[in-house]
């Protein structure tokens, strides 16, 4: 194999490295995939008001029977009584929220037979049904008087109760025959086809523990998802502290819906006889994540400010609810921001910073930001007081729950799941380290050392390519792409937030569009020598590289243009013809921003970084995956990739999974899919 080229040596940069607390020895065996699918999963930290007893989730997984289930748990902070389960055994519920009085914890479960809404007694543990409609509830929230309750159903907008939507439902199951019309986009969306439901947005009464009557639908007239598809949730909607009105965000485009990323917020009243009213109309671009001040005067929000382009800045925003009148809370501060709490006058948010996910407070008058928690991935968080509750994982450690302050500061871990797992596996140790990427801009990457790690042993490198492209692969612990189940098989593992990650400035995260195959494969080749030059226990003469999603049309793109630095390739959910990608995908507004205009506008961009106009030099050894039921890049890309594999005559193969989506889930296909890609690169480096 020919060694990098030594025009992409680099100096590395003076700052400071992220390094991994824990060192394995030669006796500990890592994490293999059937490790990684066993593990418990934490999640959704809740406090109740008075602060003092803490609601989270448990995922835990069958491998045998392929399949897992979520536990809800309660606990008091304080007692130190042991967690108690709050559903069903071996049931799953999602989704806790303590009653204004703290007395019940609200969650959903489908322990009736169709998604409901529970709720059980915080002092006894004694669980009863809430709801029982026609339809599965999909999303909630409380009113913060506790009288009502907003709920989603997924419905057929024309019909005017629940028990129509169900009774159509039926009627299509049993009908003979199965063909569809369409007359307009979607006419599929992530992993499923359009069948004329929408997501709505409906209020029910709460009295005496129980949602009374027909709920009313508080959404009618919106042709849109609320909350949105595929990935929307409770967040896309918040209730005025008041208890009498609701703001809810959601993209009405007709037949321009997959070109479109204007979403607005709407304010909607609980009776549901008036039109919502459209709070952000001016903007053309992406309006979410709603929260009201406590005084109700100000509603708190995020948008992006370019239309049709999904990675744009999410600025913190504050608008005036009387005069209509809005400002940007933080215009220096250059990160995106998720959902929103606010917590003793400063909001609080997390998101992506050089190869982390920190908690951050800013201040809504000022803009000033500062890190309330740092040293990883935080995912969730829950406030009360001087209480700070958040879930946090990092490329060691599964995600575990922690407690602090507002403030920040000292930290205590409040749960250690999965000690009996990981007892006697070790974690290969990881650096963060820097260069001079293009342009002479500071690139960041990661290198994990394989477990079991030697001095002055060499070892083969799994180089893996993260998809987006606008994200970032750094401190977190995936279950899909864990670096430290490559570090178990004796491999070192390097990967680069290449320019157009997120979480280095949006001008960073912009560099990529348009220019897919240039400065993101310029930095790859940089990092890749800049690991080699710095760790010598890389072995540059044994590597491979993979990826996924935009991951793995960087692999397919490298096959033609960098193919001879690797002993093998793997292209998982990877684009192969960037023209047919700009016609199948679904939501197209990603490849029209991406590629400035439709193919049949600006076809030269699209052929500008098209691995399908450069299979004539593709020689290096290939594994292929996609699933059947990936709308986002088709399966017909993966297939394309392999038969020009075959047709060339070059070492491969194709990993089909007829139940998946773009994201391998399922427990046991999990297994194969590591099991599949880890002999791959054994196969090509070790043997």
């Excluded at 490298?558 to 684009?575: P, R, T």
């Amino acid at each position: 194999m020919i060694k990098p080229l030594a025009r992409f040596a680099c100096l590395l940069l003076a700052v400071p490295p992220l390094y991994s607390p824990l060192l394995v020895s030669a006796a500990e065996r890592g994490l293999d995939a059937r490790d990684l699918n066993a593990l418990d999963r934490v999640g959704a930290p809740t406090l109740s008001p008075d602060g003092r007893v803490l609601a989270y989730t448990l995922r835990q997984a069958d491998l045998e029977a392929n399949r897992a289930s979520t536990g809800l748990f309660l606990r008091g902070l304080e007692d130190g009584a042991q967690p108690r389960r709050v559903n069903a055994e071996g049931k799953s519920a999602n989704s806790p929220s303590f009653s204004p009085d703290g007395r019940t914890l609200y969650f959903l479960s489908a322990e009736s037979g169709s998604m409901q809404l529970w709720a059980a007694s915080v002092r006894s543990g004694r669980s009863r049904q809430v709801t029982d409609y026609p339809l599965g509830v999909s999303t909630y929230r409380l009113s913060p008087d506790g009288r009502r309750v907003a709920l989603s159903f997924r419905v057929h907008p024309d019909c005017a109760d629940l028990a129509c939507s169900k009774q159509r439902n039926e009627a299509a199951a049993s009908s003979k025959t199965s063909g569809q019309t369409y007359d307009q986009l979607f006419v599929r969306h992530w992993d499923s086809w359009n069948d004329g439901q929408r997501n709505h947005l409906y209020v029910a009464e709460l009295k005496d523990g129980q949602a009374r009557g027909e709920p009313v639908r508080v959404s009618r007239g919106i042709d849109g998802d609320v909350p949105s598809v595929p990935f929307g949730g409770a967040d896309d909607y918040a209730w005025a502290p008041d208890s009498k009105s609701l703001v809810f965000s959601v993209r009405i485009a007709g037949r321009m819906e997959p070109t479109s990323t204007n979403f607005d917020l709407f304010r909607a009243e609980v009776a549901g006889d008036a039109a919502p009213v459209n709070l952000t109309p001016d903007n053309p671009a992406w309006d979410a994540n709603p929260l009201f001040a406590d005084d109700g005067k100000t509603l708190y929000y995020t948008a992006m400010k370019r239309p049709g382009f999904e990675a744009d800045r999410m600025a913190i925003m504050a608008l005036d609810l009387q005069s209509g009148t809005r400002r940007e809370v933080a215009p220096d501060w250059d990160f995106s921001a998720g959902s929103l709490s606010l917590h003793q006058g400063e909001l609080y948010t997390t998101t992506n910073r050089l190869g982390e996910h920190p908690l951050f407070a800013v201040k809504p008058d000022s803009g000033e930001a500062r890190i309330v928690v740092g040293g990883g991935n935080v995912t969730g968080f829950a406030l009360h007081g001087d209480t700070l509750v958040f879930q946090r994982d990092s490329l060691t450690q599964p995600a575990q729950l922690f407690v602090s302050t507002p403030k920040g500061g000292v930290e205590r871990a409040l749960t250690d799941f999965n000690r009996e797992r990981l007892a006697g596996i070790g974690m290969g140790a990881f650096e963060q380290f820097s260069f001079e990427g293009h342009g002479g801009a500071t690139v960041y990457g990661y290198v994990v050392k394989p477990v079991g790690y030697e001095a002055g042993r060499k070892y083969p490198v799994a180089f893996i390519i993260h998809g987006g492209p606008q994200g970032s692969m750094g401190n977190s612990f995936h279950y899909r792409w864990n670096p430290q189940t490559y570090a178990a098989r004796g491999y070192g593992v390097v990967f680069i937030d290449f320019h157009g990650s997120t979480g280095y400035g949006q001008a960073f995260t912009d560099s990529i569009s348009q220019d897919w195959g240039g400065k993101p494969l310029e930095d790859l080749q940089k990092g890749w020598a800049a690991a080699l030059s710095r760790y010598d226990f890389l072995d540059g003469e044994r590597a491979c590289a993979l990826g996924a999603s935009y991951g793995g049309y960087m692999v397919n793109w490298i096959a033609g243009q960098w193919g001879e630095a690797w002993d093998c390739l793997v292209s998982h959910a990877g684009v192969f013809d960037t023209r047919m990608m700009g016609y199948s995908t679904e939501e197209l507004w990603f490849t029209e921003w991406e590629n400035g205009g439709t193919v049949y506008e600006n076809p030269q961009a699209y052929e500008q970084f098209n691995p399908l106009l450069h299979v004539d030099k593709w020689n290096t050894p290939m594994l292929v995956i996609h699933g059947q039921l990936d709308y986002r890049i088709p399966v017909e890309q993966g297939i394309a990739a392999f038969t020009a594999l075959q047709r060339r005559g070059v070492p491969s193969q194709f990993l089909y999974f007829p139940d998946e989506n773009h994201w391998i889930l399922k427990p046991a296909n999990s297994v194969q899919w590591h099991d599949a890609v880890l002999n791959w690169l054994d196969r090509w480096t070790k043997e």
